[in-house]
């Protein structure tokens, strides 16, 4: 039989019936249909059928109702007040890491749109757009962030949207990472985030507006081998960017700066490109990668919205923030089902090679 038969398989993973489950039997839309429907075939309303159908239609609306109420509450908006649109137009993106991977596929999917989108690297990008502005910019640098935000406001204008999303990972042991490793993964994963945000932020806050989006990883939360680095510099995202929204709405009144987290699990880029997990057909339908384009399309969407909020995807991403309150003997045979700690094994450091690297 021809192996190409089942390709049509080949992206049908967890995911996927979510998506087809959240507009069905989690649709508060579809589901207030199914009482109807045996309303109109003869049933009366006392009976079990309508009456648990309706039950389901009023716990699945309250859920939803409960997030809808938690997104209004976190933004400061009213029940009654009309959501904000964001004007494409009249923004300048301004996006780290902009030269593979995830920014890449944003930077040019945003200049498509001909929206003005100015990239900081230190690889310039692969595009011929000209709604695109490249600045050679080591972000983990505070002295060249300083110069070059004040070139990029002088040349460009105020960035409105800051997404920082440069990173590296090195993955090693502990004991082998040496101190230009670790120094290279926090100065590039964390403190470029607070360098850009010290450069831009000042703008941001005198028209009180903005978006600042902040790249990190599901790795954040969890812990694995050969990634004690990475994950603790992303772990260091989470806690800035909740510690920002605090200073944004209590010490600033800036509401209407909005901070979106972006969490997602193994991105299929070219940073974890050597990276290997278990074939099991059952852990790839289960614990899927994330495609660029779907963390991209989330952003974009994100940004539209003009609300505060996290992403985590794919889907299995969202119990990611409670496996560490699980009891041991239950969270380590998942960890070990995932085969996160041996996926590192045989890592080949692609992207963010540094000068001493490329010489050895």
């Known amino acids: 039989m021809n192996s190409g038969a089942t390709l049509v398989f080949d992206n049908f993973d967890v995911d996927l019936v979510v998506k087809v489950l959240s507009h069905t039997l989690f649709s508060p839309f579809f589901v207030s249909l199914i009482p109807v429907f045996y309303l109109f075939q003869g049933a009366k309303a006392t009976d079990a059928v309508v009456s648990y159908s309706a039950t389901y239609f009023v716990v699945i609306s309250g859920f939803w109702t409960l997030k809808w109420l938690s997104k209004l509450y976190r933004n400061q908006r009213s029940i009654i007040s009309s959501r904000e649109l964001l004007d494409w137009e009249d923004q300048i993106v301004l996006i780290t890491g902009g030269a593979s991977g995830i920014g890449d596929l944003l930077a040019n999917t945003l200049a498509i749109r001909h929206v003005t989108v100015v990239v900081l690297d230190v690889e310039p990008i692969r595009s011929d757009n000209h709604n695109i502005s490249f ?3 080591d ?5 060249e962030v300083k110069a070059i ?10 960035p409105t949207i800051i997404v920082n999303n440069a990173g590296v990972v090195q993955g090693k042991l502990l004991v082998d990472l040496t101190p230009e490793d670790v120094n290279q993964t926090f100065g590039v994963n964390t403190l470029a985030h607070f360098w850009i945000l010290k450069a831009f932020l000042p703008g ?22 050969q990634m004690t680095d990475y994950n603790a510099s992303k772990a260091a995202i989470t806690s800035l960017h909740q510690s920002l929204r ?3 709405d209590k010490r600033h009144n800036c509401p209407r700066i909005r901070t979106t987290l972006v969490c997602p699990g193994y991105v299929t880029t070219p940073l974890f490109s050597s990276i290997a997990f278990p074939p099991v ?3 790839k339908f289960l614990l899927p990668p994330a495609q660029p384009v779907s963390v991209v399309k989330r952003i974009i969407s994100a940004l539209d919205e003009n609300q505060s909020q996290t992403i985590l995807t794919p889907f299995w991403a969202n119990f990611a923030p409670y496996l560490q309150h699980l009891p041991s003997f239950v969270r380590d045979p998942l960890q070990n089902i995932s085969g996160a700690d041996y996926s590192m094994r045989n890592f080949v450091k692609i992207t963010g090679r540094r000068k001493d690297e490329r010489a050895a």
């Open 135 to 137: 600045y050679k910019c």
């Open 139 to 143: 972000v983990s640098n505070w002295d």
């Open 149 to 158: 935000s004040k070139r990029v406001i002088e040349e460009i204008g105020q």
């Open 204 to 225: 941001m806050l005198k028209s009180k507006a903005g978006h600042i989006v902040s790249v990190t990883s599901v790795m954040g939360y969890l812990g694995a081998a």
């Open 246 to 248: 605090c200073e944004l």
């Open 281 to 283: 057909p059952s852990l």
